[in-house]
């Protein structure tokens, strides 16, 4: 048995954050913003829209679009690092309930921006174990939950939005995925960290006072290791398949700041209409980034059922990520 990927479906709030409102609330310009990230805007949620209910409406349409019920499903897996509660339960637990599932395996994963690419490997091999048929994987952030709006550093940067994605057991192996690849090295993981709360720093006055709730990212020493590490990743990638870079339609690295996904993709020698950019309109939307930016390309009816797609990946951990994949699902 393999594993597919077979629909897509996403959801952003309606409130937008522009950068010229940064600018009422932070020692910034549009021009600094967009020559050094190329983000013009992201979308907030509101106060009482939370990360499970935006990966419910992107699952709903995940689940219609693969032309399933609800109750085929039988693993949730949402990634998340602004998950509904921060011990418990699992916000693919409050998903499921959203979703009427009932007798459903679910659980959350922790791996930042490569979240989304983490829950492909755990579906991947879950299907082709033979232990599960239809996966549901999600990608959903309230990222601007954990934002501090008087931080310039990092406010500029991130937004909120669901992804997910159906995955399903196929027999025809060209609808398979190819490669999935997903690693980690935690002596970085001061790079990109929200020390509280938790075991280091349970919640405190002091805590709150001192703002270590809040998302703290050593960005430009990111920036660097970023494109190093996603220029040799996606590069190993292709290379252990065989796969020349002008054979991929859809290049779909995480939305975190165009210059990134620009060194990426000149390295590759990546034409433009190659690279799938939604982050100008959307920010770093951490795991939801790479589901949000496929469902963009599907919808805009460019991403054709059998296309091959390459996703890449990093973030907090550090994590990294890639995969080499067709889109097994219906063309819009
Ligand atoms: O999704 C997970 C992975 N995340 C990433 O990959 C993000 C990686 N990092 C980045 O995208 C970039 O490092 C940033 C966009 C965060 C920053 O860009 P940079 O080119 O690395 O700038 P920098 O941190 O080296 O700062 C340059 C200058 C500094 O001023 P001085 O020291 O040169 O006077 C900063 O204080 O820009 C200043 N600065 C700002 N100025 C205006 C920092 N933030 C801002 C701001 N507006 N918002």
Known sequence: MYAKFHSIGAYVPSKVLSNSDLEKMVDTSDEWILKRTGISERRIADVDENTSDMATKASKLAIERAGLESSDIDLIVCATVTPDYFNMPATSCIISDKLGIKNVQAFDISAACSGFVYALSVAKAFIESGMKKHVLIIGAEKFSSIVDYTDRTTCILFGDGAGAAVISATEDKDEAFIDVHASADGSYSDFLMTPAPGTVNPLSAQVIEEGLNFVQMKGNETFKLAVKTLTKDVKDILANNSIASEDIPHFIPHQANYR?????????????????????????????????????????????KGELMLLDTFGGGLTWASALLPFAGESK
Do not use: C, H
């Not at 990134?260 to 951490?286: C, F, H, R, W």
């Open 260 to 304: 990134i996904i620009k060194a990426v993709g000149d390295a590759l020698k990546m034409k433009e209409e190659q690279v799938v950019l939604t982050v100008g309109k959307y920010g770093n939307t951490s795991a939801a980034s790479i589901p949000m930016a496929i469902n963009e390309v599907w919808e805009s009816g460019r991403l054709k």
